[in-house]
């Protein structure tokens, strides 16, 4: 018998679950998330092995759920002075190289973005063959000065051969050291998008090491020898190493881990997953056991990018939600307290009228160190000059609009289906909510995001594009399913756990004769 721990670190809470190797939940716990992080996850998984009694040698893996590279991002913060190569011309200099970019992240980024020669037509014709010179003196402008590359030619997702040598270029000039990014192992097709995620990539994976570094220590210093995972954004797992390589692939796990904890939670292959946090509920559509993957472009830190994400709609409905009352109607948020609820929140003797407070004044929600139901309900009715059960009964309306609302955006046809709350916020959820055949609360439902990120499995995802025309695609196909399945062994799959979890073929409408296949194999762990 062996063990597993899965941590999730959200923006509120740091939740930790102590599983066995049959999925059954242990040990849970709620933390609150720390500045640093790290003490947070250290607690977490103190607090989950105090409550057992284990060999810390049975603990045999670990996997971690963290935000880590979204906040980088988003606040800005630590990322890598970067250098940017796109193989194009002389087909596309029309359009520079972040010309979408907000203007505070392309001021961060643009010090050294170049064009050069390169690039291929979708069946193979060359554009340009590329010009050693002119790029590796490109190279030599970046020496010292750059953290890491990020290389980007016209249809490698095809034919990758001039970013591998780009690649190799950049090893010799800059040195090992430099991390490179090649856009044909992080993007889809369109090649602006492609190239915005391989810059974000390659602006990440100074943070990403540190992340990894963290870690590591972290979980050393408890004693503990496990295997260490940290999820992706498609459900699945990345090992260490990948992190630090695409670390843009660990940007949305969170919601991820909650849809796939959720579902394996309620025993449900199809459904709704909304999780319900301290800021927001975060919707998504659980698709045979894993998180359906957006069709449309994600947007990323404000920049527009085209490696998979979840379909992940968001609504501001949470536990410190802040509550409004403007013109005889109710107003949730979008902004909340988060993790101050119990400095800001009326409940606490703060001067915030949040969800919470409805909650704790119900009695369906118990918080240690709130004051007495009776003078909650007081103040209330003295900020807002409304009665108690008015109160209610407008807050519980707008909460059940903004649920059915986001219910409504996520279904692609009328049938009911299934929704299953989780999340520390899940008491705010109705019971009944339109165009769900049920709404279900599972046991360890707080937890789901911990449990999601434990139960993982590794994967392996390849795409091409070919010229149907000039090659047979069931061939193709067949090779293609044959190359990601070796690159699950080689990960460390179980052969006989390995089954596909997508297998598609689309023609390219308005490139003649191109096909684009795509795969997607996962497998459990070896144990």
Not at 51 to 76: F, W
Not at 146 to 164: C, H, N
Not at 349 to 369: C, H, M, N, P, V
Request: hydrophobic share 40%.
């Amino acid at each position: 018998m062996y063990y597993k721990i899965g941590v999730d670190v959200g923006g509120t809470n740091t939740d930790a679950v102590l599983v066995s190797h049959e999925n059954e939940i242990i040990a849970k716990t709620k933390q609150t998330t720390s500045l640093d992080i790290s003490s947070g996850i250290e607690n977490a998984i103190k607090k989950v092995l105090s409550e057992v009694t284990i060999s810390k040698k049975d603990i045999k893996y670990i996997m971690l759920g963290t935000t880590h590279c979204t906040n980088a991002l988003v606040e800005r913060k630590e990322l890598n002075n970067i250098g940017v190569i796109r193989l194009a011309l002389p087909a596309s200099g029309a359009i520079p190289t972040m010309a979408d970019f907000p203007n505070d992240l392309k001021i961060l980024l643009d010090k050294h973005v170049y064009m050069v020669h390169g690039g291929y037509e979708f069946d193979g014709h060359l554009i340009s063959p590329l010009i050693e010179n002119e790029v590796k003196s490109c190279l030599e402008k970046m020496k010292g000065e750059v953290d890491s590359v990020a290389i980007t030619g016209i249809f490698s997702k095809t034919i990758p051969d001039q970013e591998l040598q780009v690649a190799q270029w950049s090893k010799e000039i800059l040195g090992n050291h430099v991390k490179v990014t090649c856009s044909h192992e992080i993007g889809g097709l369109g090649l602006l998008e492609r190239e915005n995620a391989a810059i974000l990539n390659a602006s990440l994976q100074g943070v990403a090491l540190k992340m990894v570094n963290a870690f590591k220590e972290t979980v050393s210093s408890l004693g503990l020898i496990s295997q260490l995972f940290i999820g992706q954004n498609d459900g699945t797992l990345l090992s260490l190493e990948e992190v630090q390589d695409y670390p843009v692939l660990t940007i949305s796990s969170g919601p991820t881990n909650s849809i796939r904890g959720a579902g394996a939670l309620s025993k449900v292959e199809n459904g709704i997953v909304i999780d319900v946090g301290g800021t927001t509920s975060d919707g998504g559509v659980l698709i045979n056991h894993f998180p359906r993957e957006s069709t449309q472009a994600a947007q990323i830190g404000g920049v527009l990018t085209n490696f998979r994400m979840p379909d992940v709609v968001a609504v501001g409905v949470g536990g410190g939600t802040i509550v409004r009352f403007i013109k005889d109607k109710c107003v949730l948020g979008p902004d909340s307290v988060g993790y101050r609820l119990k400095e800001k929140a009326i409940a606490f003797k703060g001067d915030t009228l949040t969800l919470s407070d409805f909650f704790i004044a119900q009695e369906r929600l118990a918080i240690e160190g709130s004051i007495r139901v009776g003078e909650l309900k007081n103040k209330m009715e003295e900020l807002t000059k409304y009665s108690y059960p008015i109160l209610l009964n407008k807050v519980i309306e707008a909460i059940q609009n903004q649920i059915e609302n986001l219910v409504d955006k996520l279904k692609t046809d009328s049938k009911d289906i299934p929704v299953i709350a989780c999340g520390g916020g899940a008491f705010l959820l109705p019971n009944n909510i339109k165009g769900a055949s049920e709404v279900i609360f599972p046991k360890h439902m707080e937890v789901a995001n911990a449990f999601g990120a434990c139960i993982s499995q590794i994967s392996s995802e390849k795409e091409i594009v070919i010229n149907s025309i000039q090659k047979n695609e069931k061939e193709e196909l067949a090779s293609l399913l044959l190359e990601s399945k070796n690159d699950l062994i080689h990960k460390g799959a179980s052969k006989n756990s390995i089954h596909i979890i997508a297998k598609e073929s689309t023609p390219l409408a308005y490139l003649p004769g191109a096909t684009k296949l795509k795969v997607k194999l996962c497998g459990d762990l070896i144990q």
